[in-house]
């Protein structure tokens, strides 16, 4: 026990092996405790996808997605039209960081490579030589094609939940309220009651129409892509003569 204890914690292994505690006390707190480890991140895809995102600033509100549910969906990235996809993306597509969680997949990676390094610098006894680093470096493709194999399992249970880890819940003919103004093909952030629990879902307008900030509107439908949801502006009394594309509400 000494021993492994002794690899793990070498010059060679400390920095993936305090990168991996990292991660296990990340995972206990959302466990445990119900943390959410909430991120504004505002990614540019450069994708035929346009946001008001002024409109978001000026209300003060922002989308905040939880790190460990956050999913870069393959649909978005491979939309791009202006140019070919970067490297890097191809790379985060086919080691199954764009489909999962990032969050699972970045911990599976990490931890394999961890293994990998450890089993590695101990049987050729370099976990605190130059050789040691050598393996380090030439430990992260195969931990990434290993991660590749394990990921892909799940990439169908994952396909099945939605951001909260829930069940999808069918938003159809519910009410919410626009937290940005959308117009045209503009696309906007919005909240909805489901269940007793607000949502934040991105919609578009479904005619066009211009929907004001904090206008309340009704879900029609998801969108083909199952990206966004197309909404019409909802007035009190209007859900007994609603009536688009053959959709009562």
Do not use: H
Request: with cysteine.
């Amino acid at each position: 026990m000494n021993t492994v204890i002794e690899i793990a914690f070498s010059s060679v292994n400390i920095v993936l092996t305090l990168l991996v505690i990292l991660l296990i006390i990340y995972w206990l707190f959302n466990m445990i405790s119900g943390i959410d480890f909430d991120l504004d991140i505002d990614v540019d895809i450069d994708a035929d996808v346009d946001v008001d995102v002024d409109a978001s600033l000026d209300s003060g509100t922002s989308t905040l997605t939880d790190l460990a549910n956050a999913e870069i969906n393959k649909e978005d990235v491979l939309r791009t039209k202006r140019k070919n996809l970067e490297w890097w993306q191809i790379v985060l597509i086919y080691f199954n960081f764009v489909g999962l969680p990032f969050m699972f997949t970045f911990t599976c990676w990490i931890f394999i490579w961890w293994l990998c390094n450890v089993i590695s610098t101990s049987i050729t006894a370099s976990y605190n030589n130059n050789f040691g680093y050598t393996l380090l470096l030439a430990g992260i493709l195969p931990s990434l094609i290993l991660t590749k194999i394990f990921t892909t399992p799940f990439k169908r249970f994952f396909k099945n939940l939605n951001q909260d880890g829930d069940l999808p819940t069918n938003l159809n003919g519910r009410k919410g309220i626009m937290l940005s103004k959308i117009s045209g093909d503009k696309m906007g952030s919005a909240e909805v009651l489901a269940d007793g629990n607000p949502m934040s879902i991105y919609a578009k307008s479904v005619d066009g129409k211009p929907i004001n900030y904090k206008q309340p509107i009704l879900i029609v439908r998801k969108s083909d892509d199952t990206n966004f949801y197309w909404v019409s502006p909802y007035e009190d009394g209007d859900e007994n003569t609603l009536n688009i594309d053959g959709i009562e509400f």
